[in-house]
C-alpha cells in the first residue's frame, strides 16, 4: 500500500465507544493519533500530550467506512466530498462496471463515439481529459488533492475501448494480447484488480472465455475480479453462475450492487444459494449491496434495444433522431409505445398508469423533470408516460438516468442480512458547487440508512456486525492490511458518530440532502470532518496495491 503521508499532527479520542472492525462487542478505550497512524489504544491515556483532544462521550468510534463500489473516478476530483464524509466513509474504490479512468489509447481521438461512451458512464460531460494511464491518473489525484482515500480498478470495457473501440466481435489473438499488456501496466502501476459491466457495451460484447483469460493477469498479481454481471433484469440466477464460472479460474470475485433488479419472486434466494453452494467448494465469491429497495441506471433501458442499436453497437445520436422522428410518424411511435410496455411489464410490473409513479427521473439541470416521478410528469405534461420517457430523452440527448422503485422489500431485506453481505453505494462523491447535479440517493445516504434504518430503527443487524460489513470484511476482500479495523500501527481512518441519531436524509425527490449523526471523520490522522462540519482537509491518498 502507498505509504501515509498525512499531517504530523497528534490527537487523542477519549471516553468513546470503541466498534473495532471485527465484529467483537463494543469496549471503552482511548485512541492516541500520531503522524497519521493509530499509535496506542488503551483504556486511560490522560497524561498524554498532544495537539487536540476529541471527547467521544457517548459516541461510537470505528474504522473508517470503506465503499469497494463507487464511481467517484472523475469527481473526487472536483469535491470536497461533503457526501461522502457525511456518510463516515474515508475510502472508495472506483473503476467499477467496467469503466475506469485509465487506460486510454493515446492515438483514440477525443470525438471518437467510443470515447463519448466512456465519458458518458463516468460523468466527466465536457471537460478535458489528460490521463491515460494508471499512473498519470494517481499522479493526478495526488497533485490535485482529494478528501479521502481511492483504490483503483481498471475497467474491462475500457480495455476493450483502448483496442476494439465499441465494435462488437471476438478480439483476435494479437488484439487479446495486447489487451492482455495493457492490463498487465496497469495493475503493475498498482491497480487492485479489474471491473467488468456486462450489461454495458462494450462489456457485454464480450464472451466468458474473454473474462477468464483476462483474470488471469489480475490473479498474478493477487488482484480481484468485481462484476455488474450480465442479467438484469430478467437473468440473476444465470448471470450468478457466469460469476462463479469465473471465479473457478482461481480469481477472488465480488458481485457488484447483487440485487434483483425487477419483480421476479425467489431470483435472489437461488442465486444466493448458488454463491453458498460455490464457497463450500473453496470458491471465493463475495458480494455487496447497497440498503435501498431500488435501482438506479440508464433511462434508456425502458427503450427498446432496437431503437438506440446498431449494427450491434450502440448509437446515442441516431437513437435521438429515431426518437425524435417517433414525434410526427405515428406508426413508428406506436411502434415504440408497444415494446416500452413489454419492457416495463417484464421488470417494473407496470401495468396501469399509476404504476409509472415507480420510476424517478435524474436529468442533470432540468427543474421540469428532477425528483419527479414519471407519472409526475405525464400529470403535468398532460401525456403518456411513455412520452415523458422519449421527451426527456429527446432533451437531454440521452444522457439521463432513472431510478427504479424495483424491489419488495421482502427481497431488499434478504439482501440486506444475508451473512455474506457487505454495504457499497454504488454512487458517487458529488461537486458541492454543480446544483445541476442530480443523484440517485444512495450517493448521500447508504451507510448511514444501514446505521439509522436497519440497525437502530428495524433492529434487522447488530451494530457491530454492520460496521464489520462497512470496515474489515472489504479491507480483507481488497487485501488492505492496515485499513479497515482499528489497531496500533494502522492508518488513522476514523469515524466517529452518534448511534441514536445516525440516519440518512437524502430521497428520491431530494437526494442531495447530507446525513446526520457524523460527528468526526478522521482521514489519515486529519479531521476532514470536525463537530459535524467540515474543514476542507484534503487528506486523501491514491491507495496502490504493491
Not at 466517529?496 to 440516519?503: R, T
Request: hydrophobic letters at 35%; aromatic letters at 10%.
Amino acid at each position: 500500500m502507498k505509504e501515509n503521508t498525512s499531517s504530523s499532527k497528534s490527537f487523542l479520542i477519549k471516553h468513546g465507544k470503541i466498534i473495532d472492525g471485527t465484529g467483537n462487542p463494543w469496549f471503552k478505550a482511548d485512541i492516541l493519533i500520531d503522524n497519521g497512524y493509530i499509535k496506542e489504544i488503551s483504556q486511560d491515556m490522560s497524561n498524554k500530550d498532544v495537539d487536540e483532544i476529541i471527547d467521544a462521550s457517548n459516541l461510537i468510534v470505528s474504522p473508517g467506512f470503506i465503499d469497494i463500489h463507487t464511481h467517484s473516478d472523475f469527481t473526487v476530483l472536483f469535491s470536497r466530498g461533503e457526501n461522502i464524509l457525511t456518510q463516515g466513509v474515508t475510502t472508495h474504490v472506483v473503476g467499477n462496471c467496467g469503466f475506469s479512468m485509465t487506460p486510454i489509447n493515446p492515438n483514440t481521438s477525443k470525438d471518437d463515439e467510443a470515447y463519448e461512451q466512456f465519458k458518458s458512464m463516468l460523468s466527466m460531460m465536457d471537460s478535458e481529459f489528460s490521463f491515460y494511464s494508471l499512473h498519470d491518473y494517481l499522479e493526478g489525484l495526488k497533485k490535485k488533492g482529494i478528501p479521502i482515500n481511492i483504490i483503483p480498478l481498471i475497467g474491462h470495457s475500457t480495455l476493450r475501448i483502448y483496442t476494439l473501440g465499441l465494435e462488437n466481435k471476438l478480439p483476435t489473438e494479437i488484439e487479446m494480447k495486447e489487451m492482455k499488456g495493457v492490463l498487465e501496466e496497469e495493475m503493475k502501476a498498482g491497480a487492485f484488480g479489474m471491473s467488468t459491466g456486462l450489461d454495458y457495451p462494450p462489456g457485454s460484447f464480450a464472451k466468458t472465455d474473454e473474462i477468464i483469460e483476462l483474470c488471469e493477469v489480475v490473479k498474478k498479481y493477487n488482484g480481484i475480479y468485481t462484476t455488474h454481471f450480465r442479467g438484469f433484469p430478467n437473468g440473476l440466477v444465470r448471470a450468478t453462475k457466469e460469476a462463479i464460472e469465473i471465479a473457478r479460474s482461481g480469481i477472488s470475485v465480488e458481485i457488484s450492487h447483487f440485487k434483483p433488479f425487477g419483480f421476479w419472486p425467489g431470483d435472489i434466494r437461488k442465486a444466493y444459494k448458488y454463491v453458498e453452494k460455490a464457497r463450500a467448494n473453496n470458491l471465493d465469491v463475495t458480494f455487496d449491496v447497497f440498503p435501498h429497495a431500488s435501482n438506479s441506471t440508464f433511462l434508456f433501458v425502458l427503450v427498446p434495444p432496437w431503437v438506440y442499436l446498431s449494427n450491434d453497437k450502440i448509437d446515442i445520436p441516431g437513437a435521438i433522431e429515431t426518437l425524435k422522428q417517433s414525434k410526427t410518424d405515428e406508426a413508428l411511435r406506436n411502434k415504440i409505445y408497444k415494446d416500452m410496455d413489454l419492457i416495463s411489464k417484464s421488470f417494473l410490473k407496470i401495468n396501469q398508469h399509476e404504476d409509472w409513479k415507480k420510476v424517478y427521473i435524474n436529468a442533470p439541470g432540468s427543474k421540469q423533470y428532477n425528483g419527479k416521478t414519471v407519472y409526475q410528469n405525464a400529470i403535468e405534461k398532460d401525456c403518456k408516460p411513455k412520452q415523458v420517457i422519449i421527451d426527456v430523452l429527446i432533451e437531454q440527448e440521452g444522457s439521463v438516468n432513472g431510478t427504479y422503485l424495483s424491489m419488495t422489500e421482502e427481497d431488499n431485506i434478504i439482501t440486506i442480512t444475508h451473512p455474506l453481505t457487505m454495504f457499497a453505494s454504488d454512487g458517487r462523491i458529488i461537486p458541492e458547487n454543480d446544483p445541476n447535479y442530480f443523484p440517485n440517493p444512495y450517493a448521500n445516504g447508504c451507510f448511514t440508512q444501514v446505521l439509522g434504518k436497519y440497525v437502530r430503527e428495524k433492529n434487522l443487524l447488530i451494530l457491530e456486525d454492520a460496521i464489520r460489513r462497512m470496515t474489515s470484511y472489504p479491507a480483507q476482500k481488497l487485501g488492505l492490511k492496515d485499513r479497515g479495523l482499528l489497531r496500533e500501527g494502522y492508518c488513522a481512518d476514523i469515524t466517529i458518530f452518534d448511534p441514536d441519531n445516525i440516519i440518512d436524509k437524502a430521497t428520491y425527490e431530494n437526494p442531495r440532502l447530507y446525513s446526520e449523526g457524523i460527528e468526526y471523520v478522521f482521514v489519515n490522522g486529519e479531521l476532514a470532518l470536525k463537530n459535524g462540519s467540515f474543514t476542507g482537509s484534503l487528506s486523501g491518498i491514491p491507495i496502490i496495491k504493491l
